[in-house]
């Protein structure tokens, strides 16, 4: 809110791949009509829970959002932690085929060290920058390269769709003390419990959606389907829970640390007004520049 107001015509638009579903508003710590403070925001609960969303899809809808932000003569700020979404937004998609059905069930069943030994013969490359434990990765690389006849980096290669060199970007990536986002996570677990996460997710369960849609595996809401269940009493959801975020947060920080280019700014402190006042005229440089 404060840079969009700083740089003035902000508009925020959500990356992130949960704060999209309309039925999760408590658990995606999506922002209330009051945080918005009167700023727009689009692409935050839009998608109805039933409905799979992804990446793809998404940044369709991105650039659409984008374009009409630059069409009214505002300024588009990117939100949110899924890494996956900007990176195909700003670098495109691989146009990967429809895989096969009957490839995808005979790999599915594969004991992962089966997969990745196989995967080593049909697809080295990828083998060997994939870890031998990651069943999924691992499965989607096997059937891809049986069902498609080539490797992933021959579809990776063909990317198309994205945006990154036709727009002026500033990239941050918050990358605050460990300690304090551990401890941030937990404190707004607490918080989610007290003010209707549960009462959410009972209303989710009463839909009965299938169980694998990406709603239904949102961090908190199987621990608490858990306890709404009678598996396990409150605290332990609410316990787990916080294991899981905390987990993710682990992951999301070592992502976003790692994998953007190196010229992206990381900010390893907490923001403040004058870190803020420094982004925006970060921003406003690369508008006139770019």
């Not at 905390?246 to 920080?253: E, G, H, I, S």
Request: charged share 20%.
């Amino acid at each position: 809110m404060a840079l969009a107001k700083a740089v003035g015509r902000g508009v925020v638009i959500n990356a992130d791949a949960s704060q999209v579903y309309a039925d999760l508003a408590i658990l995606s710590a999506r922002p209330t009509e009051g945080e918005m403070a009167g700023i727009p925001h689009h692409l935050f609960g839009h998608i109805d829970a039933a409905q799979p969303h992804n990446a793809a899809r998404w940044a369709d809808e991105a650039r659409a959002a984008i374009a009409a932000a630059h069409a009214a003569g505002d300024i588009p700020i990117l939100v949110g932690g899924t890494g996956l979404h900007i990176r195909t937004l700003l670098d495109g998609i691989s146009p990967i085929p429809e895989i096969d059905p009957d490839v995808r069930a005979a790999v599915r069943v594969l004991p992962v060290a089966e997969a990745h030994s196989a995967l080593t013969r049909e697809d080295p490359d990828t083998a060997a920058r994939l870890n031998p434990a990651d069943t999924t990765r691992i499965a989607r690389a096997l059937e891809v390269v049986r069902s498609t006849g080539h490797p992933l980096g021959h579809w990776h290669a063909a990317r198309t769709g994205g945006i990154s060199d036709t727009i002026a970007l500033a990239p941050l990536i918050l990358l605050p003390p460990r300690a304090w986002l551990r401890d941030r996570c937990d404190q707004r677990l607490v918080q989610m419990f007290d003010r209707g996460a549960i009462a959410e997710v009972e209303a989710l369960l009463a839909r009965n959606l299938d169980p694998d849609l990406p709603a239904m595996r949102a961090i908190g809401v199987p621990q608490i389907a858990q306890y709404l269940s009678g598996t396990i009493d409150q605290g332990e959801a609410l316990t787990l829970t916080q294991a899981a975020t905390r987990q993710y947060a682990k992951r999301q920080y070592t992502w976003f640390r790692n994998q953007p280019p190196a010229d992206w700014s990381r900010h390893l402190e907490l923001l403040n007004n004058d870190s803020v006042d420094q982004l925006a005229i970060i921003l406003r440089q690369s508008l006139l520049t770019g």
